[in-house]
């Protein structure tokens, strides 16, 4: 039913794009250029729900699994992501167990959440009745949370024991923020809370996702345990592919 969760679920390797333009024909593109995952990027992105509605649909008879990123874990932004037809939901600035548990219950519907029932269009997306989506969403809707600050790595023990999360992400730049050196990957306080928080999630055996920017990049992540990778964003293929461009014509 998702096919996302269930290959990540037998340790399968998943490669997605961001997508955070509002673009209905980038998604029709996208989701049919091999692609495993959309994640469509309504905390950054310019995405507004009749929009994300659309590109989700737009991913519609391929083998692509959209899902949103929401810009914080709470009920109102969860909900009608879902409702448009989303598989999964991204939370990002995951940082202790309360907030965890806030992702958790924000995707579920009673009694392991707090979602509202009205699931039209996910129903139609997901190929079910309502009756049968309201049955199976709380088991097949895919829940990730992001770990991108220093006080998540820290309290990362008590994230992972949180029941109902399913993926865990890394987002290195944030995390170099609030580390107080912004942008530096490659920092030796960002490599260690990286290493830190990379050798609890597989410990817990959940599933780890990231960015990665470069294929190199991208084979030695995967060699470290990355299951659901970002290997692009769509504002940075365009770019460098004009650039491209640009550059071998006037050359």
Not at 36 to 48: A, C, Q, R, T, V
Not at 79 to 106: C, K, T, W, Y
Not at 161 to 177: E, H, K, N, Q, Y
């Amino acid at each position: 039913m998702n096919r996302l969760k269930d290959r990540l679920g037998v340790g399968e390797v998943c490669l997605g794009l961001l997508v955070s333009m509002p673009s209905v024909p980038l998604v029709q593109l996208a989701a049919r250029s091999g692609l495993d995952w959309l994640f469509i990027d309504m905390e950054h992105g310019p995405i507004g729900i009749e929009s994300a509605h659309a590109m989700v649909a737009a991913t519609q008879g391929t083998d692509c699994t959209p899902v949103i990123r929401t810009p914080h874990a709470e009920t109102w932004l969860s909900q009608p992501a879902l409702d448009s037809g989303a598989f999964g939901i991204v939370h990002p600035m995951i940082n202790d167990r309360a907030s965890a548990e806030a992702a958790v219950r924000s995707q579920n519907y009673p009694p392991d959440g707090a979602r509202g029932v009205g699931p039209f269009y996910a129903a139609s997306r997901f190929g079910l009745t309502v009756p049968d989506y309201l049955e199976a969403a709380n088991d097949s809707v895919l829940c990730v949370v992001q770990i991108e600050h220093k006080d998540a790595v820290a309290n990362i023990d008590e994230i992972l024991a949180v029941s109902g999360i399913d993926v865990v992400f890394i987002a290195p730049f944030d995390l170099s923020m609030s580390l107080g050196v912004p942008g530096q990957r490659d920092h030796p306080d960002v490599v260690a809370a990286i290493a830190r928080a990379e050798e609890h999630i597989l410990a817990a055996g959940l599933p780890m996702g990231g960015l990665a920017g470069s294929p190199e990049q991208a084979k030695a992540m995967i060699e470290r345990g990355y299951r659901m990778l970002l290997v692009a964003i769509d504002v940075g293929l365009i770019q460098s592919g004009i650039a491209a461009a640009m550059e071998g014509i006037r050359r």
